[in-house]
């Protein structure tokens, strides 16, 4: 059973950092596609950082260019977030989420993503 949980969010004030951790167990397949999402309240969940396994391709919304890295220790089958320069607008629930699937060409959209976990909460503000 493919499980994901995710962990590091919290309050943190504009122009901070914070590191989210999804760590993923049940499944040992090599190729996969993970990722983080967010979903604020009243909006669509938007895809923020998507990571593909075979080859390390990465996809970042142009709203997280430059300031957000996506990251993965294959050793602890973990996935990291690294935010940097947080503004208020990037307060949401953060979820991690991922895909065995090659059905759809890669990218960051959530109907792409099969298996999620149950998120983690960011608030910027001063």
């Known amino acids: 059973q493919v499980q994901l949980v995710e962990s590091g969010g919290g309050l943190v004030q504009p122009g901070g950092s914070l590191r989210l951790s999804c760590a993923a167990s049940?499944?040992?397949?090599?190729?996969?596609?993970i990722g983080w999402f967010r979903q604020a309240p009243g909006k669509e969940r938007e895809g923020v950082s998507c990571?593909?396994?075979?080859?390390?391709?990465?996809y970042y919304a142009d709203s997280v260019k430059g300031r957000f890295t996506i990251s993965r220790d294959n050793a602890k089958n973990t996935v990291y977030l690294q935010m940097n320069s947080l503004k208020p607008e990037d307060t949401a629930l953060y979820y991690c989420?991922?895909?065995?699937?090659?059905?759809?060409?890669?990218?960051?959209?959530?109907?792409?993503?099969?298996?999620w976990g149950q998120g983690t909460q960011v608030t910027v503000s001063s």
């Open positions: 990571i593909r396994s075979s080859d390390g391709t990465t």
């Open positions: 989420a991922t895909t065995f699937s090659t059905r759809y060409y890669f990218g960051c959209e959530p109907y792409k993503y099969d298996y």
């Open positions: 049940g499944f040992t397949s090599a190729y996969y596609r």
